[in-house]
C-alpha cells in the first residue's frame, strides 16, 4: 500500500489519503498529553517500548547513586587517613575529622592560656602552666589522637558510634615546680633537693643520690588544677585555690631517680653499638650515657630539638655528639694493636695486659650526625649507628694460667698454655696417703676443678673441725704468707705454716702436716701468689 501525503504549513496536520478511516487517523496523530477515552488504549507495541524505557532507565539511577556514594566514601576514606577517626576523643572532648596541627593548636592554646588563681595570707596571684614549669607534648599527644583506632578492624575505625578516648596525661602534675608560686605569693621556702643518678666509682654503672625535703607553699592543689583545665580544654574554669605551708618533696624523688637507673641500667646490659660496616668500633657506656643525659620527672613534657626520651631518662643529641668527637673519635686509629688478656683454664678473662685496638679510617662526614642516630636508639632501648668506613680487626692474644695439685707425687705442677713452667714440693692434707693421696681419714685435700676465689699476701689462720671420732683438731697460726683459697670450705695453696724458713727443696722430704691446705715453700710461694690470678682454675687429682 502506498501511502500519499503532503506537508502541512505551520505544523497543521497533514492530508491522510488511503485505507485509514478518519477515526483511526486521529488515533494514530492525537498527541499523548491529550485525554483519551477510557476505552481507547495505546497500541501494544508502543506500550512495550514505553516499559523497555524504564528498564533501562532505572539501572542507570542506581549505578549513580552508587557512584555518589562510592565518591563519598572514598573521600571520607581519603579525609580521614590524616584526621582523627570518627568515635575519637581526647579527654572526653570529640576531635573527628581534625587533623593533628588543629588538634596540636588547640592544645597548645588551651596551655598557654590556663592560668589558676591562688590566695595565701591575703595575697593572691595567678599562676600559669608555664609558672608550674609544666608543658605539654602537644605533638605527641596530637599524633596519639590521629593514630587511635587505626588499629581496631576496618568497621570499626569508621563507626562514630565505636569510642575510643585518648586519655594520656597532659602532664604530670607531681612534676610542678613551686618557686614561682613561692614568689608571687611571697612566702620563704627552703628549697626540697632533687636525687640525682651519676657515675659510681669506677665509671662502670650508676648510684642514686637520695634527695631531701623542703618547705614552702603546697604546689600539688595548684598543679592539679592546671592539668584538670587543660584536659577540658578550656571548658573548665579553675576556683581559687587558698595555698598551705607544708614539708616539700624534690621534683626528682628518690623513686624516680631509681627508675631512672633502671633505665641506665637496662641500656647498659645491651649498649647501643657504633659500627663500621658489620664492626663494632665502640659503643655507649656509661660516662657516654652521663655526659648526654638528665632527669625530667614529667614524662610528658615537650622535648626541644636535639631530644629523646625513655622512661624518665631524656638524652640530648648535641651532648652525645660532643662526647664522641672528644672520647671516641679522638681515641680511633687507623693502624690496630692487638688485644693482650690472661685466661684460664675454662677461657674466663682474668687479666688484661693490654686494651688493643681496631684500625679505623672513617669515611669523610659519615660521623656528623652519630649523636643524633645514637640518642633514638636510646630512646628505642636498643640498635646501632653504622658509619661507612673501613676497619682493620685488633686480634686478641690469650695467655692460659692453670694448676694441677698431684696429692700422689705431692707436687704443684704450673702451666702456662699448656706447658709446664714451675714445678713445686707441697705438703697436703696429713689424711692423704703420702704415697697415694687416697684420703684416710677427716683432714684430707680434697680432688676434683676449682677456681682460685680468694686471696690473701698474709693471714692469721685459726678454727676447729670436729673429727669422726668425736675428738676436735685446732689450729691457729699466725702470719702464714701468700695465701690462694680454691675451695670453699677453706682449703688454700699457701706457704708452709712454719714459724721459720722452710724451702721448697725440705718440702720434699716432709710429712702431710696440713688440715687440707697445700703448703709450698717459703722461697717459691711469693712467686707463686703473684702468677696465681683470681679465677686460676686448679685440677686436685690422686
Known sequence: MTDNYEQPVGGSQPNIAGSFSDAEATAVFTPFDVAQPMDQSIDDGDAVKANHRKRHVWPWIVLGVVVVLGAGLGGGF??????????????????????????AATIDDTVNNTTVPVSYDGKTAKISFKDLGLSVDSDALASEVVNAKRGDAFWQR??????????????????????????????????????????????????????????????????????????????YEPKTVNVSLKATNPVVTDDIANQARSTLDTLLQNPVAIKVQ??????????ALAAAMSINANENAKLTDGQTRNGYVVFDAGKLQQYYNDAIKANLKTDHEDREVIVNNDGDELQVI???????????????????????????GNGAVTLDGTVDPMQTKATKRHVVVDLSDRLVHVYENDQEIKTFHASVGQDNNRTTGVCQGDLCTPTGDFKVWLKYPTQDMSGNVTLSDGSVSHWSVKGVGDVNYFSKDGCAIHRIAKSSFTSD????????????????GWDVSDWFYDWCLNGTTVHVQL
Not at 278 to 287: G, S
Open 78 to 103: 581519603w579525609f580521614f587517613q590524616s584526621h582523627a577517626l570518627p568515635g575519637t576523643t581526647l579527654w572526653g572532648n570529640p576531635m573527628m575529622g581534625r587533623s593533628q596541627s588543629q588538634i
Open 158 to 235: 569508621y563507626a562514630f558510634w565505636v569510642k575510643k578516648d585518648v586519655t594520656t596525661a597532659p602532664a604530670n602534675a607531681g612534676a610542678a615546680v613551686s618557686d614561682t608560686l613561692n614568689q608571687k605569693l611571697g612566702v620563704n621556702e627552703v628549697k626540697p633537693v632533687d636525687a640525682a643518678v651519676q657515675l659510681n666509682g669506677d665509671q662502670t654503672g650508676f648510684d642514686v643520690v637520695a634527695g631531701a625535703q623542703g618547705e614552702g607553699a603546697d604546689v600539688a592543689p595548684v598543679a592539679d588544677a592546671a592539668v584538670k583545665s587543660v584536659q577540658s580544654l578550656g571548658s
Open 278 to 287: 658489620d664492626h663494632q668500633i665502640a659503643a655507649i657506656n656509661a660516662p
Open 354 to 380: 693490654k686494651e688493643g685496638h681496631d684500625g679505623v679510617t672513617l669515611a669523610d662526614g659519615t660521623d656528623s650526625n652519630v649523636g643524633q642516630q645514637a640518642v633514638e636508639a636510646l630512646a628505642k
Open 505 to 520: 727443696a725440705t718440702i720434699a722430704n716432709m710429712n702431710n702436716i696440713s688440715h687440707g691446705c697445700v703448703g709450698i
